[in-house]
């Protein structure tokens, strides 16, 4: 089946580590993302990727950090410089570059902190 | 103004009942519009595209306003089921960067 996969389902995190976030998808899908969201919040963007070994800051980048090696991976560090860490993360995936598609999301991971 | 304003309920309606969520966009370039919903602790889901001529799909039922920059979703013969939060998606104009905004959602719940 085809789709995305995020691991691990619950993380957690002591203070001054890092720890990565796995997100894994095979829908052939050029654009990855990921959002943070708190309780009771809107999904708030990290960083997104449009294309292979290229990637970009959302809107609260600080703390974090992505790779994007493969075109089917984009794993997210949370760095020890986070220090609000606790949320629901969320990677998505859309077709292309640009254009009005929509977005598939992964079914999420919850990071706690220690 | 935020880019995306949704009423965040909670909407609170009987079984059966009809109900609708607006949600206001400030960007008048934006390009393609979407419904979301989103269960307690799960992913968001796509629940609808919203088309400029309106869209229907079973109970559910979306209309884009351009000229006052909304999209509305209407839900008819509330279920049970129904209850959950309604985000709504706005994508920007085409070219450059493509980033959808997200709106912080809509609570329903449908009681009996």
């Known amino acids: 089946d085809g789709g995305i996969t995020q691991s691990p389902k619950y993380l957690f995190r002591k203070e001054g580590q890092n720890v990565t976030l796995s997100c894994e998808q095979n829908?052939?899908?050029?654009?990855m993302y990921w959002y943070r969201q708190d309780p009771g919040q809107g999904l708030r963007l990290i960083y997104y990727?449009?294309?292979?070994?290229?990637?970009q800051k959302g809107d609260i980048a600080e703390g974090y950090s992505v790779s994007r090696e493969k075109k089917e991976s984009f794993p997210l560090t949370v760095t020890s410089a986070q220090k609000n860490p606790t949320a629901f993360y969320l990677c998505?995936?859309?077709?292309?570059?640009?254009?009005?598609?929509?977005?598939?999301f992964g079914p999420g991971t919850r990071l706690l902190v220690l | 103004r935020k880019e995306v304003e949704q009423d965040p309920g909670p909407f609170n309606v009987p079984e059966g009942a009809t109900v609708a969520f607006n949600c206001t966009y400030s960007?008048?370039?934006?390009?393609?519009f979407f419904w979301y919903r989103q269960d307690c602790r799960k992913e968001p889901k796509l629940l609808m595209s919203?088309?400029?001529s309106g869209n229907e799909d079973g109970r559910f039922t979306a209309q884009l306003n351009r000229a006052s920059q909304y999209i509305s979703l209407l839900i008819r013969d509330s279920k049970l089921s129904d209850s959950a939060t309604y985000l709504c998606v706005v994508n920007p104009a085409s070219g450059g960067s493509y980033i959808p905004t997200f709106g912080r959602g809509t609570s329903l719940i449908v009681h009996p």
């Open positions: 960007n008048s370039a934006s390009q393609s």
């Open positions: 998505a995936s859309s077709p292309e570059q640009g254009g009005s598609e929509t977005q598939y």
């Open positions: 990727s449009q294309i292979v070994n290229d990637f």
């Open positions: 829908l052939n899908h050029d654009a």
């Open positions: 919203v088309y400029s």
